[in-house]
Nanobody, 126 residues
Framework: QVQLVESGGGLVQPGGSLRLSCAAS????????MGWYRQAPGKERDLVAT???????NYADSVQGRFTISRDNAKNTVFLQMNSLKPEDTAVYYC????????????????????WGQGTQVTVSS
């Protein structure tokens, strides 16, 4: 069992910055890649950014160059630094953690679990 708790959301003006944090707890030894997703009103939940345990990153085109994902493996925490925020960035942001195929260097077969946080609201408005 893994629990994810997001923090850092809030109201910010266009062009402003915000940093989201997501702390993982529980059976964190199986966690591999982590990421951020967002869901705007009336829209589907979309990928924002992902990061592997080896710090390889992937970004949605809409946030490329503006957002930066990072992680602190020692603290089991993933961050999302959001700069140059736009009104279209307004959404509920969800933290995600995926189980890894490897644990302590051992290959783990079978289904892999995904974990989600409760979400944190980000509103970009004047």
């Amino acid at each position: 069992q893994v629990q994810l708790v997001e923090s850092g959301g809030g109201l910010v003006q266009p062009g402003g910055s915000l940093r989201l944090s997501c702390a993982a707890s529980g059976s964190i030894f199986r966690i591999g890649a982590m990421g951020w997703y967002r869901q705007a009103p009336g829209k589907e939940r979309d990928l924002v950014a992902t990061i592997t345990s080896g710090d390889n990153t992937n970004y949605a085109d809409s946030v490329q160059g503006r957002f930066t994902i990072s992680r602190d493996n020692a603290k089991n925490t993933v961050f999302l630094q959001m700069n140059s925020l736009k009104p279209e960035d307004t959404a509920v942001y969800y933290c995600n953690a995926a189980e890894s195929r490897y644990a302590s260097g051992r290959y783990i077969p079978g289904p892999l679990r995904n974990y989600w946080g409760q979400g944190t609201q980000v509103t970009v408005s004047s």
